[in-house]
């Protein structure tokens, strides 16, 4: 294709636009076979798929509890190349269409495609990743679970050149977007390797001291702690600060900016407080419900628990309550603590707290964690020093994190740009 020497048409989609002069519009209907192969009692050995927004797994034994059923006679069959899409929850589903590369069953809640012979598989893959990941089919359900049907979506246009460009478009994609890629895990990797160091460092400062050839040790008494510095002891958590839970409140108490800000488990990111998913209440909030600087607001209950323990000192002037499943830990040595939270010490605890069966930190559980306590004067050098390591080590993390976000949207629109026929190939 050359940009130079097309004309183009306006395609009759608005989030589409122009597309080139010799490309169709066309119904999925007539490019797509919606395939429906029931497992019935045919079941043998055949590996489980799930569709996630980063492609189509295979769900392994240790993932099974609690989320493949009993039977799967009424699970699908899928080959290796079908096309699975997620036609549910299209406003906020996490999970969007792919090309299988594997072979096996899935979800009867899923729907599976075969492109004819007038689609080239690789590029309705593009054209979908597109459609999928910018939420455009949303507009078309009609229903309070933004839901699509068989009959709907092959009744939906897709934008269709020529074979042969379907197929330079999906070849030029598959480049293009393995470098993407591979750019993209590289700075992932970055950030999860400087993530541990940031850990094993806080870690090793609050158990070791600043200066730990210098100084003599003792055992813990904790074999997990190991060896102290000889002055330092162990203490409890109840020893130096009170936990509370937050506030109950209900949907008919919500309100819009004018009211009190609820801070909840989503304002707490990589230990810092972040205000893009704020909620506010309009009821009667007690003053030791509101948040004071220097509080320590802990996610304690939550659907994932993986999120459990998550932290971030508040260490502005706020108006601010905090809801039920967060815990605030309200202590005259919190920059301290705040980093022993941030330590494999409160990681270990909460390893035995939080289980497979109870996503929950109760005040009890933590205000008994042991951890050891340097005198006052070494308790504020150690903040002190940490501070400015984890300032350093949290600006290279966002400078990655701005270089995946701008990796990404540009992934984003040189799909758009390609499958629409914007960008000469």
């Given at each position: ?12 989609i ?33 590996d ?30 899928v ?168 506030l ?27 205000f ?9 909030v007690?003053?030791?419900?509101m ?12 659907g ?115 499958v ?6």
């Amino acid at each position: 294709m050359s940009k130079q020497n097309m004309e183009f048409k306006d395609s009759g989609i608005l989030w589409i636009g122009q597309i080139p002069k010799h490309w169709e519009v066309i119904r999925n209907k007539y490019v797509f076979t919606h395939k429906k192969e029931i497992v019935g009692s045919k079941f043998k050995n055949f590996d489980i798929l799930s569709l996630t927004k980063n492609g189509i797994k295979i769900i392994v034994e240790s993932d099974q509890k609690g989320k493949v059923p009993d039977s799967f006679e009424t699970y699908q069959i899928v080959k290796k190349d079908d096309i699975v899409m997620c036609l549910f929850d299209l406003d906020v589903s996490a999970v969007f269409s792919g090309i299988s590369k594997y072979s096996g069953i899935i979800s009867p809640a899923y729907k599976i495609f075969n492109p004819k012979e007038n689609l080239n598989f690789k590029y309705a893959g593009y054209f979908f990743d597109f459609v999928f990941v910018n939420r455009k089919f949303k507009q078309y359900s009609k229903n309070i679970r933004f839901t699509l049907g068989t009959d709907e979506f092959m009744n939906l246009k897709i934008p269709l050149p020529p074979l042969n460009e379907q197929k330079k478009i999906a070849e030029f994609l598959d480049k293009k977007c393995e470098i993407i890629d591979k750019r993209l895990s590289n700075l992932e990797r970055k950030i999860k390797s400087l993530k541990e160091y940031k850990k094993s460092l806080i870690s090793e400062c609050v158990t070791t001291g600043l200066n730990p050839k210098n100084m003599e040790f003792k055992d813990s008494g904790i074999p997990w702690i190991g060896q102290i510095p000889k002055h330092w002891e162990i203490s409890k958590i109840k020893y130096h600060g009170t936990a509370r839970n937050g506030l109950t409140y209900s949907p008919s108490d919500l309100t819009d900016e004018s009211g009190i800000l609820v801070l909840r488990s989503s304002n707490v990111q990589n230990s810092k407080l972040v205000f893009h998913d704020n909620v506010y209440v309009s009821c009667s909030v007690k003053n030791n419900l509101m948040v004071k600087n220097n509080d320590i607001l802990i996610c304690s209950r939550n659907g994932s628990r993986n999120l459990i323990g998550k932290n971030a000192l508040i260490d502005i002037d706020i108006k601010a309550t905090f809801g039920a499943f967060m815990l605030i830990y309200r202590s005259k040595i919190s920059k301290f603590m705040f980093y022993v939270l941030n330590s494999n010490i409160f990681s270990y605890h909460l390893s035995n707290f939080v289980t497979s069966t109870i996503n929950q930190l109760t005040n009890s559980n933590f205000e008994n964690i042991k951890f050891p306590l340097p005198p006052l004067n070494e308790q504020k050098e150690i903040a002190e020093f940490l501070d400015k390591k984890c300032e350093k080590i949290d600006r290279l993390n966002e400078n990655y994190t701005k270089q995946i976000t701008a990796l990404k949207e540009y992934k984003k629109s040189l799909i758009y740009e390609c499958v629409t026929g914007k960008k000469e190939i």
